[in-house]
């Protein structure tokens, strides 16, 4: 399949809530990691953090009309809701599911009013919300999953649940920079401080890197050792390529993880 053809896929790991109220963009722009100002001009990447600046969720944000969908790990979504529904307080704010299934692609986008391009990469195509997402991408090329984890590799976006493990990754480590889902010049949110100390303060020694493969590939989640010593985790493989999460200095030359060798792709001279 080539980016030539629409191809489609009904998203069922993912799902909608709905952000309604006169005050839902100054309420969510208090909160998450990116401008919601920049829906105006499409989708937007972010993240939910907790206090102590580690990542709690992560999602795409779009308008529709005077309203925000919210596009979430479908086993996220609940929580996420419960979150949002504490922060709320008196503000004039509704958070409820949104009734919407997604579907993603790649290809020509399909019409719709509800089709946007994925805000993290160019490569990784479309995402489209509406109220039924297998009825939608019925008439076109399936989308294989396994060539969406091969994207995300070779575009080196993290997933939830995979590489962003809750309470525990910082956005910056797994990039969110690159991926635009992190604004350093629209003020204070949830986080801000620590996020912003990583990034004007200290070099980043811990990291997701786009690694070669060599061998049988373990599991997500299996270690990664150089010279006898821990150097970081493998976690999602595609295609001789993975993503893993390192420790910058011991991740020189040739690593193990399981069976199978593990090394940062040579840099162009």
């Known amino acids: ?74 086993d996220r979504a609940a929580a996420l809701a419960q979150r949002l529904s504490m922060y709320r307080l008196r503000a004039r704010v509704s958070v409820a599911p949104a009734g919407l299934e997604v579907a993603v692609g790649r290809g020509p986008a399909p019409a719709g009013p509800l089709v946007v391009a994925d805000p993290r990469a160019p490569g990784l195509g479309w ?86 493969v060599t061998g049988a590939a373990p599991p997500p989640g299996t270690s990664i050792e150089a010279g006898g010593k821990p150097a970081g985790t493998l976690y999602t493989t595609a295609g001789g390529e993975g993503l893993a999460y390192l420790r910058f200095d011991r991740a020189t030359g040739e690593m193990r993880a399981g069976d199978a060798t593990i090394r940062l792709p040579a840099r162009a001279s």
């Open 1 to 74: 399949m080539t980016d030539a053809v629409t191809a489609g896929l009904a998203a069922t790991d993912r799902a909608t809530l709905r952000i309604g109220g006169p005050e839902a963009r100054d309420f969510l722009q208090g909160l998450v990691s990116n401008d919601v100002r920049k829906l105006d001009a499409g989708a937007v990447y972010a993240a939910l953090l907790s206090p102590q600046g580690k990542y709690l969720f992560d999602f795409i944000l779009l308008a529709d009309g005077a309203e925000i969908i919210l596009d979430v790990k479908a």
């Open 127 to 212: 995402r489209a919300y509406v109220p039924d997402a297998a009825a939608f991408v019925a008439g076109m090329a399936r989308l294989d999953p396994a060539e969406i984890d091969a994207r995300r590799v070779a575009l080196g976006v993290p997933e939830t649940g995979v590489e962003l493990v809750a309470d525990d990754s910082y956005i910056l480590e797994m990039g969110f920079e690159r991926l635009n889902g992190v604004d350093f010049r629209k003020g204070c949110y949830v986080g801000q401080e620590v996020t912003a100390r990583m990034k004007h303060k200290t070099e980043l020694r811990k990291g997701l890197a786009r690694v070669e």
